[in-house]
């Protein structure tokens, strides 16, 4: 386990010899007891606010169904390891808390190095599952990456990004680049490349088992970059039927089609949003220089881990604003740096959004397909292309 894992331990108070235990586990450094209360609200107040990368939590002491409490944690923070412990506990109660979500269980009473061991195991078998599905190999290699293009407040320009961020990434490495619309009741992406058509990313779900090439001409459409796109559904009650899990295991199939999969998020934290926020090896989080929006921001970072890490970028767009908000305001209110900008250029991205063209169409009258080059140069330099290995779909 590496050197600052913060553990959240609950209602192990009333025990002294496991907290005796809990105290001298952590004792070396490599863990920080970071809390030890002896209610689920109060676990829940600290998990909400600090997002620990590991739960303790003794089933024996809860009040409620155990398998309520470990989802109850997940849900406040999902990128949190929850280890299970807890006394005369019988194997149905562990199956359920396991079921729920738990990564580890230790019997009580337990020795200091048996807790550590557990947390450890179970802190990195956790990371390793994490890894494996975003496509990491342990010699490095790569399958093709997924980008998640996302904001929580909307009409702050995640499509626009999404869709000439795709361009721009298959005109600069001139590898094959697909661009999701995952807005399933009112996505723009189709309008904002003029692109129609009758399949969806529902098709992909329908028919997970079937991707290929051949699939993946007949389901996609090209756009005139050579990006492949799949449009948001014509009927808005189909989001209501599709599978969060199956969609985000199919785009995840994608990888061995394509070098880059970007995909457009719905500003909502639903659990298709919070599925591909996990599954994404970079998160492009969008933001104008707006009291509104930077407010958004500030709280969906304070309510996941999700966007907390080395995979999120700050996007500035529509920069500079008419309100003056500069970069430095914006970075001070975030606590984060911003990582690229986009600038304000109103009639013109008006007027190419509405020709249903990108950034980099000689049609439009705007100089922002640099910032968009600019982009995608840095996911390409952190090698995004290095390594992957996609079955290229046929040129139509």
């Known amino acids: 386990m590496t050197t600052g894992v913060v553990v959240t331990l609950v209602a192990l108070e009333s025990d002294r010899t496991a907290l005796s235990a809990m105290r001298a586990a952590t004792a070396d450094g490599q863990m920080t007891l970071l809390g030890c209360v002896d209610n689920l ?13 590991v739960v303790l939590i003794d089933l024996s002491e809860t009040e409620s169904e155990p398998s309520m409490a470990v989802r109850a944690v997940l849900g406040a923070s999902p990128e949190s390891c929850v280890v299970v412990t807890g006394a005369d506990v019988s194997p149905a109660v562990i199956s359920r808390a396991v079921s729920a979500g738990a990564r580890g269980f230790i019997l009580r009473p337990f020795a200091p190095e048996e807790l550590a061991n557990t947390i450890r195991d179970a802190h990195g078998n956790f990371a390793e599952l ?63 490349l003029d692109l129609r058509s009758a399949n969806s990313v529902i098709d992909l779900v329908t028919h997970e088992e079937e991707i290929d090439a051949e699939f993946i001409d007949d389901v996609f459409v090209k756009h005139e970059s050579g990006v492949r796109a799949l449009v948001s559904p014509d009927h808005v009650g189909s989001a209501e039927t599709a599978n969060p899990e199956r969609i985000v295991h199919a785009v995840e199939e994608l990888r061995d089609h394509f070098a880059f999969v970007v995909c457009d998020l719905w500003s909502s934290l639903d659990d298709l949003t919070l599925g591909m926020l996990r599954s994404a090896d970079h998160i492009v989080l969008v933001t104008t220089p707006e009291v509104p929006a ?48 986009i600038p304000s250029e109103g009639i013109g991205v008006t007027d190419a959004i509405n020709q249903g063209i990108s950034m980099f169409d000689s049609r439009a009258r705007v100089r922002a397909s640099r910032s968009y080059l600019r982009l995608a140069e840095r996911f390409l330099n952190e090698g995004g292309s290095k390594g992957i290995r996609v079955a290229v779909p046929a040129q139509a």
């Not at 609200?41 to 990368?53: R, S």
């Not at 990456?145 to 999404?162: D, N, Q």
């Open 294 to 341: 930077l407010k958004n921001i500030r709280r969906v970072l304070g309510a996941t881990t999700l966007l907390n890490d080395e995979r999120t970028q700050i996007v500035l767009n529509r920069h500079p604003g008419k309100v003056g908000v500069s970069i430095a305001d914006v970075e001070r209110n975030l606590g984060r740096r911003v990582s690229a900008t």
């Open 41 to 53: 609200p109060a676990l829940l107040d600290i998990v909400a606010e600090k997002h620990p990368a």
């Open 130 to 192: 994490r890894r494996l599905q975003r496509g990491d190999s342990p010699s490095g290699n790569r399958r093709g990456t997924i980008i998640a293009v996302y904001s929580p407040k909307g009409g702050v320009g995640c499509t626009t990004i999404a869709t000439n961020l795709s361009v721009a990434l298959a005109t600069r490495s001139k590898l094959p680049v697909a661009l999701i619309d995952l807005d399933l009741q009112f996505g723009d992406v189709g309008v904002s």
